[in-house]
């Protein structure tokens, strides 16, 4: 039995169609495996900035924020200032160094082939270890978005979380399996507007049904004050605001975020880019945090419409919508969601495919496989990589921030100080990227699952994982000989050519 009205549903199907319509015509534009997996390195500074930030923001932007505001109170807000903060300083410092290293070594196409090409890695142990960190870390990445993708189904269908997940998934699956590269980059254009329309959008109309914002904050405070103070009357100490905060180090080792730098058409086209892409983040980040808060209100003054919500806090965006919205608009912004959810879902499991493909297959089975045979194994680990993170989101009290907070923990800390030092440093060698790999990971899982889950300590993994991983690569790589000269003339001719570029 469907929980919603027709209108709904027919708006939702329309933007399924859509993006499925999409990917076939991607496919007639995917010729070679280069196509398949970066594009053939064309974007433009629009679709460059708003594939980085729809990849960016995933379902949690429209389900774990909110969810997490509604929950705890402005003091959740500092995840929102870490992640402007980080994604100004990876656009301003990161893009144009790697836009231009990965073009001057070897043409790479993945992480794991620019790492390997950095430092000239002919035993591929750089390249195996990064694909590795890459494989396990995305596998829970991409389970955060089944997750929000099956609650999505569930509330709009009525359908089992079991059926759920399996219907949220095929779509993403289905466009970015056929048009690769060119099918995610084109729909996150589509996408990243349709969340911006939905997080400007809903505001005004939680405004208009709780007497606006004084009238709002009066009901905020009259149920708890401590939702409406950033510190929460001390309970969020030093240690809180760094763990919030240090969300900003996550940017530096995202595949999926750093993956749009490497395929813009020119690293002239990146300021453009950045000032298109921040300005789209801090809107959509604005609006999330602003639904999630005055959430409260509508539902302090609406307690018997508050049971969804009361049961699962992630949910409240989506009440909020089937609440207050006419029935079509409602269907067009429950697609956003889900957009969210594509958005980044479709950009993970292409880079997963694009590393067993390129990194594994043809790296250790097949090295003079063709252009259509890569495409093919690609589209084959798209499906692969796709049924194993709907294994792991099986279990129905998922939580999407929970997820998505360990994956970006990991990426953050295994590759983003081996990403900044490799850019910048060098003196770096491939023996220093390895145990700053090998030791920001490690970290990672040893705070999650000892210090935090069994000592209950209240720092993010992220912090010690970060430290860990640049202090190894610094150590290993001064304890080691240095890089060749051939290295080292790379890296110098890519910073003076930086340098004449204004980078």
């Known amino acids: 039995m469907l929980r919603t009205n027709t209108p709904t549903i027919v708006m939702f199907l329309v933007y399924l169609a859509a993006m499925v319509a999409i990917g076939f015509a991607a496919w007639r534009s995917t010729k070679n495996f280069d196509d398949y997996i970066l594009g053939g390195r064309s974007l433009g500074p629009g679709v460059t900035a708003l594939s980085a930030g729809a990849s960016d923001m995933s379902g949690w932007l429209l389900m774990g924020l909110p969810g997490a505001i509604f ?58 270890f990064t694909a590795v960190v890459i494989l396990v870390f995305f596998a829970i990445y991409c389970a955060s978005g089944v997750v929000a993708g099956a609650r999505l189904f569930e509330n709009v269908f009525g359908m089992t979380y079991a059926q759920a997940m399996w219907w949220g998934a095929s779509v993403t699956v289905l466009y970015t399996l056929v048009g690769g ?55 969020v100490g030093f240690i809180g605001i760094v763990s919030l905060l240090a969300w900003a180090l996550g940017y530096f080792g995202q595949p999926h975020i750093l993956v749009r730098f490497m395929a813009a058409q020119s690293v002239e086209t990146i300021p453009a880019a950045r000032r298109i892409g921040m300005s789209w983040m801090i809107l959509c980040l604005a609006g999330s945090v602003i639904v999630g808060f005055f959430g409260i209100a509508y539902f302090e003054a609406n307690p018997g419409q508050a049971g969804p919500v009361l049961d699962n806090p992630e949910r409240v965006f989506i009440t909020l919508v089937e609440l207050l919205f006419n029935p079509w608009v409602a269907g067009l912004i429950l697609a956003a969601i889900l957009a969210a959810v594509m958005s980044t879902l479709s950009s993970q499991l292409l880079v997963c495919s694009s590393v067993l493909a390129e990194d594994f297959y043809r790296g250790f089975l097949r090295k003079n ?69 090998i030791a920001g990971a490690v970290m990672v899982i040893f705070w999650k699952e000892i210090m935090v889950n069994r000592m209950g300590s209240e720092l993010y993994e992220m912090v010690p994982g970060f430290l860990a991983g640049g202090a190894a690569t610094i150590l290993v790589s001064l304890l080691g000989r240095a890089p060749s000269a051939e290295v080292q003339a790379t890296h110098a001719q890519v910073r003076a050519s930086l340098r004449e570029t204004g980078h």
């Open 369 to 437: 496989a063709s252009q259509g045979e890569l495409v093919w194994v690609g589209r084959a680990a798209v499906l692969l990589i796709a049924l194993v993170a709907i294994w792991m989101a099986s279990d129905p009290d998922s939580r999407v921030l929970g997820l998505v907070s360990y994956a970006w923990a990991g990426f953050g800390s295994a590759f983003g100080p081996v990403l900044l030092l490799a850019l910048f440093w060098q003196r770096m060698t491939r023996d220093g990227a390895v145990a700053g790999m």
């Open 71 to 128: 929950l705890s109170g402005l003091s959740e807000a500092w995840i929102g200032v870490g992640l402007i903060l980080g994604a100004y300083l990876n656009w301003r410092f990161v893009a144009g160094p790697l836009r231009v290293y990965t073009e001057r070594t070897g043409n790479a196409l993945t992480l794991p082939d620019f790492f390997t090409n950095r430092f000239d890695d002919r035993s591929r142990v750089l390249r195996i």
């Open 181 to 235: 590269f060119l099918a995610v980059s084109w729909t996150d254009v589509a996408q990243g507007m349709l969340m911006l329309f939905a997080l400007l959008l809903a505001p005004v109309l939680v405004f208009m049904h709780t007497g606006g914002f004084d009238a709002s904050v009066e009901l905020i405070r009259a149920n708890d004050p401590l939702q409406l103070d950033w510190f929460r009357g001390g309970q």
